[in-house]
């Protein structure tokens, strides 16, 4: 399984982004999708995750301003980002729980991060 992260970039503070992730490979279902981010000298940390059934789960510091979405039927998940500020700076990365196969084990993917950055 491979995923694809696209949309990050440099932006101004209250600026916006549309962060998108894609999942191929062999994927039968997928249980959960999200978005974690990681800035300089910190842990790697939760920022949305969507279930199927579209129940959603945002981090404190981002309800409000991010939505996270997903489109099943292309294995995307996408993350709508407003009203930024610099502390939202971080590598942006996307995850799924998936299964290969009907009643198969769950498996956890990563995508390869895509660079947010919030300056003037």
């Known amino acids: 399984v491979q995923l694809q992260a696209s949309g990050g970039g440099l932006v101004q503070p209250g600026g916006s982004l549309r962060l998108s992730c894609a999942a191929s490979?062999?994927?039968?279902?997928?249980?959960?999708m999200g978005w974690y981010r990681q800035a300089p000298g910190k842990q790697r940390e939760l920022v949305a995750t969507i279930i199927s059934g579209d129940s959603t789960n945002y981090a404190d510091s981002v309800k409000g301003r991010f939505t996270i979405s997903r489109d099943n039927a292309k294995n995307t998940v996408t993350l709508q980002i407003n009203s930024l500020n610099p502390e939202d700076t971080a590598v942006y990365y996307c995850?799924?729980?998936?299964?290969?196969?009907?009643?198969?084990?769950?498996?956890?993917?990563w995508g390869q991060g895509t660079q947010v950055t919030v300056s003037s």
């Open positions: 995850n799924i729980l998936c299964t290969a196969q009907a009643g198969g084990p769950t498996f956890n993917y």
């Open positions: 490979g062999s994927i039968f279902g997928i249980n959960r």
